[in-house]
Each structure stands twice: as C-alpha cells, then as structure tokens.
C-alpha cells in the first residue's frame, strides 16, 4: 500500500556541507505543496546531532570531523559512507497528521520491504528487545528502526509542527545500486515526478537558511539562530 498519491523524488547529484543539506531539508518542508523524497550526499565525512543533544557533553567522543545539528530528533550519525535520504511531507497534507510512531513504523517497514526486495534479505523492524541505550544512533537501535539480525541498518530522526513532518534518515551497512530510490518512490507513491536541480525558490530559502541558522556557531552549541 503505498503512503501517498504524488511524491516529489530530488536525487541530488552533488555532495554538500552539512549546513546546506539540512537547510534543503527545511527549505522543502516549508515550501513544498507535495511530499518531497530527498536523497543527498556529503561532501565530507560529517557528524550530525540531534537537536536536543548537548554538544558540550558528547565532547570527545566525537570524531574529528566537521558537526552540524539537525532540526530533527535522535541520536549523533556518521555520515561517511551511509545513504542520506529525508522524508518532508508539508502540513497540508493529511498524512502529516499520522501519529509519530505510526510515521516511524510505516515510512521503515517500507524501506525494509524495499531493501529486503533488493537482495538484503533479513532486514526487518526492531522490536523491543533489540533496543539499546546509546546517544551514538547506529549503535543503539530504537524501536522501529531496520535491523538485520542484530546490526542496525536505517534509523532517523523527526520533526512534526504546523509545517508538517520532517523525516530525516540514515542507511548503513548496505550499498544500494543507483535505482534503489527510484524504486523506493515508485512503491512510496502512485505518481513520482523526478527533480534533479533544485528549484529557484528552494535554493534561495536554503541560502538563507544556511546564513540565518544552520552555518551559525550558536546554533551548533546552543540552538540559537537569527531567525
């Protein structure tokens, strides 16, 4: 059953910094008229923190790579060699208003049934009993993420408010082929209209974004923007 009736896929083709991916991310959120699957890169390896994470306590447990906060929940991602995908559905939209771990369970049981038909077999919904306490997200699955056996295998965080819900997600420990996406989509929504360059009006929102909050040093430490 799929989770929409149109879905926007952007597969974005150049890596970026990580201001610039979660300023997308918002700027989509806030402008789309459709739910929006975006698929990004980085253009370096690149830690992303929850926004309720306290920087100053994860302190050196970090690696030595550049941190960006996210406007999302969860736990601290490396980002080296995952797939970087977000789910944006605007508030508008009816299924906005699914409850949030209604919208955890369906957005991975999709994914999981897509990667399981893409030859990984054993992926599956973490129950109870695979859950572990960690603020390292790929260490301690939550409930709901993807597991394969014992090994976390996508997990996310999200954000829901009157914008509408933004689901920001990690794969690792698998490589998928380039079409994986666009198979995910077609299974997500009965219509994918496909971008590939983002839109003039996104881009200039993201800009802003990126000088207003996300390349903000007060933002990183203490959640404060100029917005």
């Given at each position: 059953?799929?989770?929409?009736d149109r879905?926007?896929?952007h597969?974005?083709a150049?890596?970026?910094?990580?201001a610039?991916?979660?300023?997308?991310?918002q700027a989509?959120l806030?402008i789309?008229?459709?739910?929006?699957?975006?698929v990004y890169d980085?253009?370096?390896?690149t830690?992303t923190i929850?926004?309720?994470?306290?920087?100053?306590k994860?302190?050196?447990?970090?690696?030595?790579w550049?941190?960006?906060?996210?406007w999302t929940?969860g736990?601290?991602?490396?980002?080296?060699?995952d797939?970087?995908?977000?789910?944006?559905?605007?508030g508008?939209?009816?299924?906005?208003?699914t409850?949030?771990?209604d919208?955890?369970?369906l957005?991975?049981?999709a994914?999981?049934?897509?990667?399981v038909?893409?030859g990984f077999?054993g992926?599956?919904?973490a129950?109870p009993d695979?859950l572990?306490?960690?603020p390292?997200c790929f260490?301690?699955?939550?409930?709901h993420d993807v597991?394969r056996?014992?090994?976390k295998i996508?997990?996310?965080?999200?954000?829901?408010?009157?914008l509408?819900?933004?689901?920001?997600?990690?794969?690792q420990q698998?490589?998928?082929?380039?079409d994986?996406?666009?198979g995910?989509?077609?299974?997500l929504?009965?219509?994918v209209?496909?971008?590939?360059?983002l839109p003039?009006q996104?881009?200039a929102?993201?800009q802003e974004?990126?000088?207003?909050r996300y390349?903000?040093p007060?933002?990183?430490a203490?959640r404060?923007?100029?917005l």
């Amino acid at each position: 059953m799929t989770l929409f009736d149109r879905l926007t896929l952007h597969l974005d083709a150049l890596p970026h910094d990580g201001a610039w991916n979660m300023a997308v991310d918002q700027a989509w959120l806030e402008i789309s008229d459709v739910p929006v699957l975006r698929v990004y890169d980085w253009d370096a390896a690149t830690v992303t923190i929850g926004y309720a994470q306290n920087l100053a306590k994860l302190g050196e447990a970090l690696p030595g790579w550049p941190v960006m906060r996210r406007w999302t929940g969860g736990g601290v991602v490396l980002h080296e060699k995952d797939e970087t995908y977000s789910v944006i559905v605007p508030g508008a939209h009816p299924w906005a208003e699914t409850r949030p771990l209604d919208s955890y369970r369906l957005i991975h049981a999709a994914l999981a049934e897509a990667l399981v038909a893409a030859g990984f077999n054993g992926c599956r919904l973490a129950g109870p009993d695979d859950l572990i306490e960690n603020p390292f997200c790929f260490v301690a699955p939550a409930l709901h993420d993807v597991v394969r056996g014992k090994v976390k295998i996508a997990g996310a965080g999200q954000r829901r408010g009157k914008l509408g819900l933004l689901h920001q997600g990690s794969v690792q420990q698998v490589v998928v082929k380039s079409d994986f996406w666009r198979g995910w989509a077609a299974v997500l929504a009965e219509e994918v209209m496909l971008v590939n360059e983002l839109p003039p009006q996104i881009a200039a929102r993201a800009q802003e974004l990126v000088e207003k909050r996300y390349s903000l040093p007060q933002w990183l430490a203490e959640r404060e923007d100029l917005l």
